[in-house]
């Protein structure tokens, strides 16, 4: 066995995982970095028919583990949400609690005000943000 043979033997979990089944797998599945859509859907398959899998093997169990970690990578490079914006947040908030720019004006003092912070022509004021953070019960750092 050379140097690389050597390095690469061996390098299971120490789960109690069968060598050769877990071979027969990987030689089957050919597990690869994801490269674009359609081998991210094709392992994204194999995944869910392993998962669906009543009983599956310590084997089985080990290759799922290694597609996740794919796929998960592949889809944090590809599909990584931007953050949104205090505006987004205010925006859909209101979405989720049916409500409009009039229910607003409690917070922000004038119908003028709350528009214009919904359109981003003014920032959030630190009183502003303390009022929206009650309301809607979630934390400040939302809106900033």
């Known amino acids: 066995m050379n140097t690389i043979e050597g390095a690469i033997a061996g390098k299971i979990s120490k789960k109690a995982v069968n060598r050769k089944e877990y071979e027969a797998l990987v030689s089957r599945s050919l597990p690869h970095v994801i490269r674009n859509e359609a081998e991210n859907a094709h392992y994204t398959r194999v995944l869910e028919f392993l998962d669906a899998k009543p009983n599956p093997t310590a084997a089985e169990q080990e290759l799922a583990e290694l597609l996740t970690v794919l796929i998960e990578q592949f889809e944090e490079q590809h ?57 809607f019960h979630v934390p400040p750092e939302l809106f900033i």
């Open 79 to 135: 599909y990584a949400l931007k953050p949104a914006t205090p505006t987004a947040h205010l925006t859909e908030l209101m979405a989720a609690n049916g409500l409009k720019q009039k229910d607003l004006v409690d917070i922000f003092g004038t119908p003028s005000i709350v528009s214009e912070v919904l359109h981003s022509k003014r920032h959030l004021t630190t009183e502003h943000i303390r009022r929206l953070s009650d309301r």
